[in-house]
């Protein structure tokens, strides 16, 4: 993935949120696997939470995110397989403006390389709402390394070329 040394690097404010019914944050791998990748690469955590697997909860974070200036992104772990719990995608769903469905696309088939046929039970997904962007991640600190590792640590880089979804922040909430 090529960067581009002569632009600058522009940190993204990032709020992790955690979705599940038996984490804590003390015990939460995946969230602090992802806050740890996040500032290596010099972004800043703008906020982090743990939910219950509840619409209502989900979408009250989400909401309450979306609506902060000082929030550019969120990333979630956790509540995207298929079990009755799993409400995170529908959650998200119930949010944005619009889905961005290459990066389940793109998250699955990286996933496949790791898990094989098992990435199928995935349904990882992103969009935007509002201006911010919301990325929902499986929550296995395998899946947090593939989504950060191979997606999100390139397209949150506004070095990266040939395009990356920081240089389109300006314009995500122009109608």
């Known amino acids: 993935m090529p960067i581009d ?4 690097f522009l ?9 599940s019914d038996t984490r804590d944050l003390a015990r939460d791998r995946s969230g602090n696997l992802l806050v740890e990748r996040l500032n290596a690469a010099g972004h800043i955590l703008a906020d982090r939470a743990l939910v219950k697997d509840e619409v209502p909860a989900i979408v009250d974070h989400l909401q309450r995110w979306i609506d902060n200036p000082a929030v550019d992104c969120v990333i979630a772990t956790g509540g995207t397989g298929v079990t009755g719990r799993d409400v995170t995608p529908e959650a998200f769903a119930s949010v944005w403006d619009k889905e961005i469905p290459g990066f389940g696309e793109l998250f699955r088939w990286l996933s496949f390389q790791s898990i094989g046929t098992s990435t199928i039970q995935s349904r990882a997904c992103a969009g935007v709402a509002r201006g911010t962007y919301l990325f929902a991640l499986p929550g296995s600190t395998g899946a947090v390394r593939d989504a950060w590792d191979g997606i999100l640590a390139s397209q949150l880089d506004s070095r990266h070329r040939p395009c990356n979804f920081v240089e389109l922040m300006p314009r995500l909430a122009e109608r």
């Open 5 to 8: 040394s002569s632009a600058a």
């Open 11 to 19: 940190p993204v404010r990032i709020a992790v949120l955690t979705v």
